[in-house]
């Protein structure tokens, strides 16, 4: 089995950081790609994007949220733990320039994918601006890891608890005001944030990369339950992706998409919090 | 008196007809999962065994692609000697309990057989079922029968992908004493045979149990580990003598009409792998990947997939399973078997229909498919009369699920990592010789991944024609070299 959990990190309520022992992923994973993983046997399977690796150490980061049940359970597990399967890397990697000026646009979880982005594209010569958006201060995660890598790190938060009151794309739009020159925008976070993000940069001509995250089956290629559609033509993101020129991509179908299996989504995690409860309950002391 | 108890004499069975098999009838088993088919008894193995009349010519053995000595085991089988039935077998043939079940015969051993008159309404002998019965009979009798191995040779094999065509050339190539290790980019073994193929046609246990044979016999599987993204073909090069792709056909082909990224469109191959390699059928509780509660449900295309998709559908009791295929039903490529099985469950064959758009609900979701009517024109490349459309006549078929069944391409994962191994830009198949070799010497390959998609059978087929031509590359240095294993002989491979 392997895949042995070596460092366990809260990050953020109900967001944990894991470093897992995966010798070949750690060696060969690029910025952008991602893992799959399934907890147990009746697991399904979930893609991860890898926010960090340590081919010395033979390591790799994931960092998640736990919104369902998978996620949870995968919260569950601690150092010493093995994941029962864990396959990657899969998808592209990001498109990395040289010596250009890049801006990453992260929110939430999607901060998290920023951090490799960032670590690339400075290995690479690029000047780099990272905006990291957040709820608030409390769901901010690894703003001092990317602010030690970028040159220039903005924060953002919906309800002004920490950096500036407001979105990314308000940050983005006054960094253009502002003259700066920017090449390239790479965005990853919640899909209304990166359509949105999109669409401020789409009018000044900026290359836009927006990295998806449509449902996942088997994320080899061969389900297609992963099809988003880009310039008019159906890609899968699993193989083709994840990222795409975010100025083509359909986002109000990936919202869709991405809804259509919630209702089952919610009852499996409600299901699984009865169970855990019942279990507490019977673990309890005798009141007799 | 007698002392020495003479052997009884062989008492032919000239039924002229198969001894049937019972099967669980069809308004039971579209409540279930089980196995559809339920198998032979001993009486009944042996009674069909005799009725094989040990002919001469033999044409069955040349009409299996893996070449098994079928009259031999039958008459094993005759003889009450399971066991020395199942050895017989397993000199060629290390998976009974999946070929029995899932090889189309009726094109094979069984159509070739020479009581095979249907004119004279005479069947031809029940090779499959009693080979099913064979195989079964190992699992319940917990029966290892090992095959000899040969000593070790020191040399290394790959096999990617561990489907069909990998899993005979791995079981060939440790029986020939090489050291094998098999790659899966999944979680579990078997490729098509895990996620494509049904519970009801091929229950995963009995699929396991061969794949642990394997393992017993010294073949090494590594799981979760897609070659090309996880380790690339250059390297397994370098780490291994010898190379055999096998990574199949796991593209799907979409049909490229307006609506197909509606929510409620799958392909075969998502559908059937939600169910079938994520249990989903028994989402919620025994699997966390969920399958939409389906009401009514369109599945496009008539081979074999299609059938398996429209029957697995049926099983979670939706209102209607409509199947959707835009020829006649003489141009159906399912089996004859399944498409049988398909109609007894009820399934609501719509033929010379071509769908056209898939109809939002209006909520981003399947409400319906329209479809073109066809009438059959003149005959096409393929030789099967071509659909052309009934100008103005169109039917809407109310579904809130859509399976797009109509076929799929190679799987690019590891060809897209190698562009230096020679496919066929087309097709993206990989090319190769006579013997199964690709552009890299030491690389050869097999079954979907060459041919484009194809059958069970004839991927493993392959599988054994390339074990062979690597077995004697890896002796001599050269697939087409004989040296002293006159064994090695290529079965035909159609």
Redesign the interface.
């Known amino acids: 089995m392997g895949n042995k959990i070596v460092y366990v990190k809260e990050l953020a309520p109900l967001t944990k950081l894991f470093e897992i022992e995966v010798p070949?992923?750690a060696e060969?994973g690029k910025a952008g790609q991602f893992i799959i993983l399934?907890v147990n046997d009746?697991?399904?399977?979930i893609p991860l994007t890898i926010a960090n690796r340590n081919p010395e150490k033979g390591t790799i980061t994931l960092v998640f949220q736990e919104v369902g049940?998978?996620t949870e359970m995968l919260g569950q597990l601690d150092v010493g733990d093995e994941i029962?399967?864990?396959?990657?890397?899969?998808g592209k990697a990001t498109d990395i320039p040289e010596g250009k000026t890049v801006v990453c646009v992260g929110g939430g979880i999607g901060n998290a994918v920023v951090w490799p982005q960032v670590q690339a594209l400075k290995a690479a010569g690029n000047r780099v601006i990272a905006i990291l958006g957040a709820r608030n201060k409390e769901l901010l995660i690894l703003e001092e890891e990317i602010t030690a890598l970028a040159d220039l790190t903005i924060v953002t938060t919906d309800d002004g608890s920490y950096g500036r009151k407001g979105m990314v794309t308000h940050a983005l739009v006054d960094l253009i005001d502002e003259g700066e020159k920017i090449d390239e925008v790479i965005t990853i976070g919640p899909v209304v944030m990166m359509k949105f993000v999109c669409k401020t940069t789409e009018p000044f001509g900026i290359p836009t990369q927006a990295s998806l995250n449509p449902l996942m089956?088997?994320g080899?290629?061969?389900?297609?339950?992963c099809?988003?559609?880009v310039g008019g033509k159906?890609r899968f993101a699993c193989?083709e992706g994840p990222e795409f020129n975010g100025h083509e991509v359909d986002f109000d179908?990936l919202i869709?998409?991405l809804?259509?299996?919630q209702p089952?989504?919610r009852?499996?995690l409600e299901?699984y919090h009865r169970c855990r409860m019942e279990d507490a309950a019977d673990n309890l002391p005798s009141s007799k | 008196m007698n002392d020495t108890p003479k052997k009884p004499k062989r008492v032919f069975n000239k039924s002229k007809t198969k001894m049937p098999m019972r099967e669980q009838a069809p308004m039971d088993r579209i409540m279930n999962f089980d196995e559809v088919p339920l198998g032979y008894n001993e009486i009944e193995a042996q009674q069909e065994a005799l009725r094989c009349i040990d002919c001469k010519t033999k044409p069955c053995v040349a009409g299996c692609p893996v070449g098994i000595d079928i009259p031999a085991f039958l008459k094993l089988v005759g003889d009450k000697d399971f066991e020395g039935a199942l050895k017989k077998i397993k000199e060629k043939n290390f998976l009974p309990a999946i070929c029995g079940r899932v090889c189309p015969q009726e094109d094979q051993c069984e159509m070739v057989c020479t009581l095979n008159k249907p004119d004279k309404g005479r069947e031809p002998g029940g090779v499959g079922r009693v080979e099913r019965f064979l195989g079964d009979y190992a699992v319940e009798h917990n029966l290892d029968i090992m095959p000899d191995i040969a000593p070790a040779t020191g040399k290394t094999v790959a096999v990617i992908g561990s489907g069909p065509a990998g899993l005979t050339a791995a079981s060939d190539m440790i029986q020939k004493g090489h050291d094998v290790t098999v790659f899966e980019?999944?979680?579990k073994p078997g490729g098509v045979l895990f996620?494509g193929i049904p519970q009801f046609r091929l229950p995963k246990e009995i699929l396991l149990r061969e794949v642990s044979g394997l393992e017993k016999m010294g073949v090494k599987f590594v799981?979760?580990?897609?070659i090309g993204?996880?380790?690339s073909l250059d390297s397994i090069r370098e780490r291994f003598d010898v190379v055999f792709i096998a990574t199949g056909a796991?593209?799907?082909w979409?049909l490229g009409i307006p609506g197909?990224?509606l929510?409620?469109v799958?392909?075969a191959?998502?559908f059937l792998?939600?169910v079938n390699?994520?249990?989903g059928y028994?989402?919620?509780?025994?699997?966390?990947?969920?399958v939409?509660k389906i009401k009514r449900i369109a599945v496009i295309g008539a081979g074999n997939t299609a059938m398996d998709s429209a029957r697995t559908a049926k099983r979670l009791q939706p209102e209607v399973v409509y199947l959707v295929y835009r020829r006649s039903r003489l141009e159906m490529p399912a089996r004859i078997e399944e498409i049988h099985h398909a109609e007894q469950e009820g399934i609501d064959f719509n033929l010379l229909h071509s769908p056209i758009e898939i109809i939002d609900d209006g909520?981003?979701?399947v409400g319906a498919i329209l479809c073109q009517e066809m009438e059959l024109g003149e005959p096409d490349d393929s030789g099967r009369r071509r659909p052309v459309p009934i100008e103005g006549k169109v039917r809407e078929f109310a579904v809130d699920t859509v399976v797009i069944a109509i076929g799929q391409g190679p799987?690019?994962?590891l060809t897209?990592d190698c562009p230096e191994l020679e496919r066929n830009e087309r097709k993206g198949t990989i090319v190769i010789n006579d013997l199964m070799q690709t552009s890299f010497e030491n690389v050869f390959a097999g079954g979907d991944i060459v041919t484009g998609g194809a059958t069970v059978i004839l991927a493993m087929g392959q599988g054994r024609v390339a074990a062979d031509a690597m077995h004697r590359y890896l002796m001599t240095g050269d697939p087409h070299e004989q040296g002293d294993d006159q064994s090695a002989v290529c079965p035909n491979l159609t």
């Open positions: 070949h992923i060969r399934r009746e697991g399904e399977r049940k998978t029962l399967d864990l396959a990657g890397p899969l089956v088997d080899t290629g061969m389900c297609g339950a099809r988003v559609t159906t193989v179908e869709t998409r809804a259509y299996y089952e989504e009852s499996s299901d | 980019a999944l979680h996620y799981m979760n580990y897609p993204k996880s380790e796991g593209l799907p979409f197909e990224n929510n409620g799958y392909s191959n998502e792998t939600r390699l994520m249990g028994k989402f919620p509780g025994g699997s966390d990947t969920p939409k909520k981003g979701a799987n690019p994962l897209a």
